[in-house]
């Protein structure tokens, strides 16, 4: 295996690693997603130019079981929220979506970025 090692000028130059952005939404599910994405896009205003960009979306299973006893339809919404995250927003990646198995809030939207400097 050949492994690519930087040297700690290269790591400098990087960029420094910003604290990362974290939002909870709780509620109805569509609209957890549109507060999710008006959070993203806020974010990414606020973080302005940057090296690299990741998003991480949680969702809690058991708030999201609650949800669907409740009446909420998780389709057509998620996908299209989905859809949108990937084309909308310049992201070089699609957002990373964990699935937790812990009770909490229902969508947790983590933005975590390097500087450019």
């Known amino acids: 295996m050949n492994r690519s090692v930087r040297s700690p000028r290269q ?4 960029g420094t690693l910003g604290v990362p952005l974290v939002w909870s939404f709780d509620g109805v599910f569509a609209t ?10 806020r974010a990414i205003v606020q973080v302005g130019d940057v090296a690299s960009i990741g ?11 609650r949800r669907v006893a409740a009446g909420d339809a998780i389709q057509p919404a998620w996908g299209l929220f989905l ?11 699609a ?14 939207l983590v ?7």
């Open 11 to 14: 790591r400098a130059n990087a």
């Open 32 to 41: 957890c997603l549109a507060d999710a994405e008006d959070a993203l896009r």
């Open 55 to 65: 998003v991480l979306v949680e969702l809690s299973l058991p708030a999201l079981k």
């Open 83 to 93: 859809e949108r995250l990937g084309s909308r927003y310049g992201l070089p990646v």
């Open 95 to 108: 957002p990373r979506v964990r699935h937790v198995r812990r009770a909490g809030p229902l969508a947790t």
């Open 111 to 117: 933005v975590a970025y390097r500087s450019l400097e």
